[in-house]
């Protein structure tokens, strides 16, 4: 028997961590890209996303996921509407938020380490302390290894290890990622899964995650968030009932959980019919 999503609403009701703080409010923000003909790419999004949570945002081709991201990175700024980064007005990229894209976007030139110094440079932190940061989280993303080798030297997987730690690696509240698995493939993206998921549990930071998979969303989310497009907007917002904050639950036990059936075959029909 199929059972429903749960009920949408503009903010979920259940705590998903204790003691957490919002870092995102997302105020009535639209976007178009040529106001004087073109519908919105994005209309009247409001959103807030709390600390240590590990929000998913689904949905088809066009909805305006990226297009949403880029405002909360700064690099775009909305038609209409404002956006509070803890506390703060957001328009510009900042260290607080933190970017994850589809390719690792490596500097070739530099050294994996080199290349997770790279953010922490610029800000002027002290090469002994860059040494030891990115030192370690490399061994948090497991590329200690790899250190030293350059980025044509790494699989995909790992290149995609290295973007995380570099990201990581500036201290941001809040990270932003933007399919970064989708090239990979399914094995490797199944092992870039579970290391998210650990980064996320050891560092309890803020993720807004991006993808069309309903299963990588269903495995990997405290709470997921569901766009239509026509225009882009959040028509969906809910807890993600597979997760539990005080049990970490392997893959395989997810994927044998009747309830996950159940919510991958609701999702899916429910994006295909949009």
Not at 147 to 159: C, F, R, T, Y
Request: proline letters at 6%; hydrophobic letters at 40%.
């Amino acid at each position: 028997m199929m059972i429903a999503t749960p009920t949408f609403t503009s903010h979920h009701s259940e705590p998903v961590h204790a003691n957490r703080s919002t870092q995102i409010i997302v105020d009535q923000v639209s976007l178009t890209y040529r106001p004087a003909w073109e519908e919105p790419v994005l209309d009247q999004i409001n959103l807030e996303l709390e600390q240590s949570e590990l929000v998913c945002v689904l949905g088809p081709s066009g909805c305006g996921k990226t297009s949403l991201l880029h405002i909360l990175a700064g690099y775009i700024p909305p038609t209409r509407g404002t956006v509070r980064i803890n506390g703060k007005e957001h328009k510009a990229p900042n260290s607080s938020v933190g970017v994850v894209f589809q390719h690792a976007n490596l500097f070739p030139w530099l050294s994996i380490a080199g290349n997770v110094e790279f953010g922490m440079k610029m800000k002027g932190i002290p090469k002994p302390l860059r040494k030891e940061k990115a030192a370690h989280y490399l061994q948090l993303v497991g590329l200690q290894e790899a250190a030293s080798k350059l980025p044509h030297q790494l699989s995909g997987g790992m290149k995609q290890r290295a973007a995380i730690a570099r990201t990581l690696a500036t201290d941001p509240s809040i990270v932003l990622m933007d399919e970064p698995f989708s090239a990979l493939d399914a094995l490797t993206r199944e092992s870039m899964q579970i290391h998210v998921r650990e980064l996320w549990a050891k560092t309890q930071k803020c993720i807004m995650f991006i993808t069309h998979d309903v299963d990588e969303a269903l495995l990997l989310s405290s709470r997921i968030l569901i766009m239509h497009a026509r225009p882009g907007r959040i028509v969906q917002d809910f807890r993600n009932p597979l997760y539990s904050e005080n049990k970490a639950r392997n893959f395989n036990e997810l994927r044998a959980d009747r309830q996950f059936l159940e919510l991958r075959e609701s999702l899916l029909s429910h994006i295909a019919s949009v």
